[in-house]
Each structure stands twice: as C-alpha cells, then as structure tokens.
C-alpha cells in the first residue's frame, strides 16, 4: 500500500479578525523566535561531527522541516483567506460569525460560535463553518428546529440566542 494521500478538500476562506492575527501571530513566532533558535541548535550539533549518529543534528534538521512547511502553508493560507471584518445587517438570522446557543431536548444548552475552518477549537466553542452543526444552524432564526445528524442518530437543537460581536481594530 502506498503513502499517496488524495489532497484534502479545500476548506472555506473565511475567517474573524481573531483568527487571522492568530494565524499572523504564529507565523511572526516561527520565523522569527523558533526557526533562528532551531537553526542555531542545528549549527551547534553540526559542529560536534558525525552528523549521521547526531540525534540533535537530526532532530533539528527534522524540526526546521516542520517549521518551513507549517510557515508555508500559513503564508498561502493567509493570503487566500477573506477577513470578515463587519457585522451583517441581519442580526436576528445565524451568519457567520455568530454566537448561537442552543438547546436540545434534554434541556442541555450548548454556545457556539461560527468560525472558518483554521480556527475552529471545540473547547472554545468555536466550530467551523464547513461542519455539520453549523451547516445546520446557518441561517436560523430565533426559535427555529434544527435537526442534525450526529454520530448515527438525529439530534433536534432549539436557536435561543444569537450574538455578534462588534468587530474592533
């Protein structure tokens, strides 16, 4: 069996405000803290001789790869990615971006709010827009069904509260 992977499909280009600084911030600190520290490191052991039994050596080696490769595809995703700067006009209807809580028929009441697929954070409550919950939720209003399927059976979920947030610097 081989080691070809069919590419993933593109998730959507949207993202918050907060997202993209993250997304910045994180590139900032790979190339400019992480990458010259590694790089260092990686100079040091290579200054020991044989690089071949050089676990430090190959380590680093190993850990500027990652770092490229993680700096690359931020830098590609950031600029193919729209910021959603502003609130929509609509506030009573679940757009992306939203804060939406929900209740199912339990009675447990779950927040989420609706973010782009680089900085979705289940503990967070910030789930992608590409998922099947907030497929379901975009576009309800105030009081509306949802029915989504999760894991092998149906759950209904009841909009309580729609939020957003002022878009600030």
Not at 33 to 39: L, Y
Not at 62 to 69: F, N, T
Not at 137 to 160: A, F, N, S
């Amino acid at each position: 069996m081989g080691r070809w992977r069919p590419p993933r499909p593109r998730g959507s280009r949207y993202i918050t405000p907060e997202g993209a600084r993250r997304m910045r911030a994180e590139v900032k600190y790979l190339w400019e803290e992480e990458r010259p520290r590694v790089t260092n490191a990686v100079s040091e052991a290579a200054k020991l001789g044989d690089r071949s039994e050089n676990a430090d050596y190959i380590y680093g080696k190993k850990r500027l790869r990652e770092i490229d490769s993680r700096v690359r595809f931020l830098t590609k995703r950031l600029e193919e990615i729209t910021v959603v700067d502003r609130v929509p006009e609509d506030r009573d209807r679940v757009f992306f971006g939203a804060w939406v809580t929900v209740e199912d028929d339990e009675g447990n009441t779950s927040t989420y709010r609706i973010v782009g697929p680089d900085e979705f954070n289940v503990k967070e409550g910030l789930i992608s827009m590409d998922s099947p919950v907030a497929r379901a939720l975009l576009g309800k209003r105030l009081d509306d069904e949802v029915d989504i399927r999760i894991e092998e059976r149906w759950v209904t979920y009841y909009v309580l509260e729609i939020r957003y947030e002022e878009i600030s610097g």
